[in-house]
C-alpha cells in the first residue's frame, strides 16, 4: 500500500516570458493568433524594417569610406617613415602621417561597431518567440506603434509542456521528503475533487524553508502534460507517494467504526458470532484502511450494520444481491 499525502494544489508554467520590442517603430504584421500554441523560434511580429535598413546601408559606406582613408593613411606613413629613415623629412612630419593612420584605424573599428548594432536592430525588427508555449491575449494589434521602454508587452507566453504544480505539505513530512528526495518521488494529481489520479509526475523542487505561519513546506511537481491536460492557474488535487508499504493488513474503510472506546471492528468468528476488537488505523487510502494493529489477515470483518451489534451477536453471512437485467425491449 503507498504512504501517500494529500494537498491541494496549483499549476504554474515553468517559464511565463513577456515580449517587449528591442526597437522601435511601427508593427507591420501579426504572424500568429492569439491563444494560439508556438513554437521557439517561430516568427510573432515584424517592425517596420526601413529606418534600420537604411541605417545598415549608411553604416556599411561609412566602413566603406573610412576603410580606403585608413589603408591610404596606412601607406602614406609608411613611406614617411622610410623619408625619416634617410633624414628626407622630420621625424615630426612622420609621426603626424603615423597618427593620421592610427585614428582612421579606430574610426574602422567605430565603423565596424556601428555596422553591427545597425543590422542588430534591423533582426531586432523581427521578433521570433524565444519559448514554445500557447500566447495569451494580442495586446498591441498592426498599424500601432510600438515602443521600447515603459510600452505594454505585445502578448505573453506561457510554456506548457513542460509544466509545474505547486503545492504545500505539513512540515512533519519533510524528514522523510529529504531521505527520498532522490528516489524521484511520484506525484499524481488530479483536476477535479474526488476524481481517481490522472497525471502522473515528479517531484522536482523542495523550497529550502518551512513557512512558520502555516508550518508547511512548499514542494513542486514537474509533468510531461504532453496532452496539455493542466492549465496555469487550475487548482488540483496533488497525491505524494512517500512510500509504498509491503504487505500492508487492510479492510475496507467502513468496517472501522469510531466510538467512545475509540476505533474498532466487529470480527466474525468460525461460530457466526463477532467479537469487538479494537484496532489502530494507521491511514487511509481511497476506500482501503490500514491497520497496524489488532486483526490478523485472513479474519473476516463486518462491513455494513455495524450499529445493529453487540459483542457475541450472531450474524448471518448474506451473498452479494444479483445484479439487475436490463430487459428493456423484450
Known amino acids: ?40 523560434g517561430q516568427v510573432l511580429f515584424e517592425i517596420d524594417p526601413r529606418p534600420f535598413r537604411a541605417a545598415v546601408q549608411a553604416s556599411e559606406a561609412n566602413l566603406a569610406r573610412d576603410l580606403v582613408q585608413e589603408a591610404n593613411a596606412r601607406r602614406d606613413a609608411d613611406r614617411y617613415r622610410a623619408l625619416a629613415a634617410q633624414a628626407s623629412v622630420t621625424q615630426s612630419d612622420y ?7 592610427d585614428a582612421l584605424a579606430a574610426a574602422v573599428r567605430a565603423d565596424s561597431a556601428a555596422l553591427t548594432t545597425a543590422r542588430l536592430n534591423l533582426e531586432y525588427a523581427t521578433i521570433r518567440a524565444p519559448v514554445a508555449g500557447r500566447t495569451g491575449g494580442l495586446l498591441v494589434h498592426e498599424g500601432n506603434l510600438v515602443r521600447t521602454s515603459g510600452g505594454t508587452p505585445l502578448v505573453t507566453i506561457n510554456q506548457l509542456r513542460p509544466i509545474l504544480v505547486r503545492f504545500a505539505v505539513p512540515s ?9 528526495v532522490d528516489d524521484s518521488l511520484a506525484v499524481l494529481v488530479s483536476t477535479s475533487q474526488g476524481a481517481a489520479p490522472s497525471t502522473k509526475g515528479v517531484l522536482s523542487f523542495v523550497d529550502n524553508h518551512v513557512d512558520s505561519t502555516t508550518g508547511t513546506v512548499l514542494l513542486k511537481g514537474r509533468f510531461a502534460n504532453g496532452d496539455g491536460a493542466l492549465w496555469p492557474g487550475e487548482f488540483v488535487q496533488v497525491t505524494l507517494v512517500l512510500d509504498v ?16 472506546q475509540g476505533t474498532y471492528v466487529f470480527v466474525v468468528k468460525p461460530d457466526s458470532t463477532v467479537d469487538q476488537i479494537s ?38 453471512l448474506r451473498a452479494p444481491p444479483p445484479v439487475a437485467t436490463d430487459v428493456a425491449g423484450q
Open 279 to 316: 484496532v489502530t488505523v494507521a491511514r487511509t487510502v481511497d476506500s482501503l484502511a490500514v491497520i497496524s494493529r489488532g486483526i490478523k489477515a485472513g479474519q473476516v470483518v463486518v462491513t455494513d450494520g455495524q450499529l445493529r451489534l453487540t459483542p457475541h451477536a450472531r450474524v448471518e
Open 95 to 101: 609621426q603626424q602621417r603615423q597618427a593620421t593612420a
Open 172 to 180: 512533519a513530512y519533510l524528514p522523510e521528503i529529504q531521505r527520498r
Open 1 to 40: 500500500m503507498p504512504v501517500e499525502v494529500a494537498a491541494t494544489g496549483s499549476v504554474e508554467p515553468i517559464s511565463t516570458v513577456a515580449i517587449v520590442p528591442q526597437i522601435g517603430g511601427i508593427l507591420q504584421h501579426v504572424r500568429f493568433a492569439e491563444g494560439s500554441e508556438v513554437r521557439a
Open 245 to 260: 508499504e509491503p504487505n500492508a493488513l487492510v479492510v475496507p474503510a467502513q468496517a472501522v467504526v469510531t466510538g467512545q
